[in-house]
């Protein structure tokens, strides 16, 4: 462990994450330590959502509260915030504050649709890129590399708004995931 970097950060991925880490750090020359550093460093100049200002708001959380229940209380209390996936103070702050929450009960094939089509959708583009790097642009039809695109963007901004109504319906404020 070096002195100037004294904190170890473990993450469980998945084979598929796993292997893009690798090949991007690969892509770029650095090892998987030194890419997830340089993502974190440059977070801001990157257009993607960190919740760093979650990570702020979290900071300016100074006052306590103190409330005494018993030991079923506690069960419960802790059963709930197991339950809906989230760390107790959240679980509490949340229902203190909004005066209840509720487990995301969605339908998950609608979600397992999404993710195949963007990874349909993912392949096609991965195939359009080789192509027209192999080729070049003139061997491959204009109109059928914009339709593409356009296939891939819609697929993305449905997605995107699935997930934003999501997010608009059951997640509030002050929420830390376990």
Do not use: W
């Not at 469980?12 to 993502?39: G, Q």
């Not at 708001?57 to 103190?66: F, V, W």
């Not at 999404?114 to 959708?121: F, G, M, P, R, S």
């Amino acid at each position: 462990m070096s002195r100037l970097r004294p904190h170890t950060v473990k993450a469980s991925l998945s084979d598929e994450e796993k292997k893009a880490i690798i090949a991007i750090a690969k892509r770029h020359e650095m090892s998987e330590a030194e890419l997830i550093r340089f993502v974190l460093c440059n977070a801001d100049d990157l257009d993607i959502d960190f919740g760093l200002a979650e990570i702020a708001d979290q900071k300016s959380r100074t006052e306590e509260l103190h409330i005494r229940v018993s030991p079923e209380e506690k069960r419960i209390i802790e059963s709930n915030a197991d339950f809906l996936g989230v760390t107790v103070s959240s679980y509490a702050r949340r229902v203190l504050i909004n005066g209840k929450i509720e487990k995301i009960d969605f339908d998950h094939g609608g979600v397992e649709k999404i993710y195949h089509e963007l990874l349909k959708q993912g392949t096609n583009l991965n195939q359009l890129a080789h192509f027209i790097n192999a080729q070049g642009l003139s061997a491959y039809d204009e109109t059928a590399v914009l339709m593409a695109i356009g296939c891939v963007a819609k697929s993305s901004d449905y997605a995107f708004q699935f997930l934003r109504t999501l997010e608009r319906r059951y997640f509030t404020d002050g929420g830390d995931a376990k």
